[in-house]
């Protein structure tokens, strides 16, 4: 499911974050991150000002402790016996994660998946906008006439990124045609992939990838149902991020 | 991204992990047992008989003691100065993780999300077959005819369920639907949900739900975007789980 490329691997954070690892900041702390603003959001939605580690760690199973720790990482937001001011939090994380800005996003494969995902409503609502979609076969109709975006031909990328300010591409094609649509991504400049096609692919220093493994949620509700329903364990909490 | 309910919180474990926490096993530490399970097959394929931790986390850049603790969690299966046994190690794994059987799967929503899951080659792959594809409206044709599967009226998911031996749901239908859907899954019996709608939804104790969130990777992917290509942080590491 996750995966990213080292551009650099170095100890320089070592003796700021006490790990021994190279890692500045993990990928999982900044996916809790991710669940924080979230939180965040809800919060401010419903006219709350102040929070705690508690309150907001609480609806995904994080601890309190760990909730201090991840934020603690990008600075002292927190006050002991106070807590977190909750739009000043939120506008200080969206700031970290790069997100006080909209992200374009090329999506490379206009089939079922790709269009989905050009329609969804959860990326429609995010700081990431949809600039382009594109296929080899951009002619190819699949009865559905609703898409706002256009279907370009992939060999166009290059162009339409530069015009569009496109920085990060989704592959959304079948598993065989992952690596020439990861090619044509990097070709374009683009920064960043997220894989959702069921194949590796290989990508030069400085690119970062994600790749989207649906069946590792799968497998890991198969492991509680399995627990609690077919073994009888009755104290299993499938709770928690580390 | 990430959510399950707690079925029971209890703090039976707290002696043997050491931690103050309720979690018998993290979702954190499941997933990367998914990874391990990734990696130990391609092993196995390659001909490689024995790995160490090393090996087994460095593709996801997962240290070799995350890797020990981890595996140590469900039993010793390592030997100091050897190593695991490939083939055992994947086995063992596979039993924990209840995938030593077929886990039957359907998807509520047969738009272009629902279509492209039920043809996705990553689960048919998977030790989830997709069982049954449902819709309100069944009779809707977005102009394609080869999936295999008969779209089903939503209706009819509990009898469905019962014959098919149906125990996961999928819900790909948009945000304004998702809670009907659960509805829908939890009354026909169903366990555990993997909801791809970008809405939260409410299930009742005993199951279990994950949330995809595509836009949490996004959001990851413009952390280090923005760090490395934006403010020219050069140590930046984009690796790590936790």
Not at 9 to 14: L, T
Not at 21 to 29: G, H, I, M, P, R
Not at 189 to 214: C, E, M, Q, S, T
Request: with cysteine.
């Amino acid at each position: 499911m996750i995966e990213l490329k080292r551009i650099k691997a170095c100890g320089s954070r070592k003796n700021r974050t006490g790990h021994s690892d190279s890692s500045a900041v993990s990928t999982l702390a900044l996916f809790r991150v991710s669940l924080y603003l979230r939180r965040l959001a809800e919060l401010e939605q419903e006219g709350v000002e102040k929070t705690s580690s508690r309150e907001l760690g609480e609806r995904f199973s994080i601890s309190a402790a760990s909730v201090r720790k991840d934020l603690g990482f990008f600075g002292a937001f927190g006050r002991a016996g106070i807590g977190y001011e909750v739009h000043g939090l939120r506008e200080s994380l969206m700031g970290i994660l790069g997100l006080e800005r909209t992200w374009k996003v090329a999506i490379v494969g206009a089939g079922r998946l790709g269009r989905a995902l050009a329609k969804h409503k959860g990326l429609a609502e995010s700081k990431f906008e949809i600039s382009a979609l594109l296929d080899k076969f951009p002619d190819k109709t699949l009865g559905e006439g609703e898409l706002k975006l256009e279907i370009l031909h992939i060999d166009v990328l290059p162009e339409v990124a530069h015009e569009r300010d496109i920085e990060i591409g989704i592959i959304a094609v079948p598993g065989p045609d992952a690596q020439d649509a990861a090619n044509s991504i990097v070709a374009a400049g683009l920064k960043a992939i997220l894989n959702f096609a069921p194949a590796r692919i290989k990508v030069p220093p400085g690119v970062f990838v994600h790749n989207v493994d649906f069946t590792i949620y799968l497998e890991n509700l198969a492991y509680f149902v399995n627990r609690v329903y077919h073994q009888g364990q009755t104290d299993i909490d499938g709770s928690g991020l580390d």
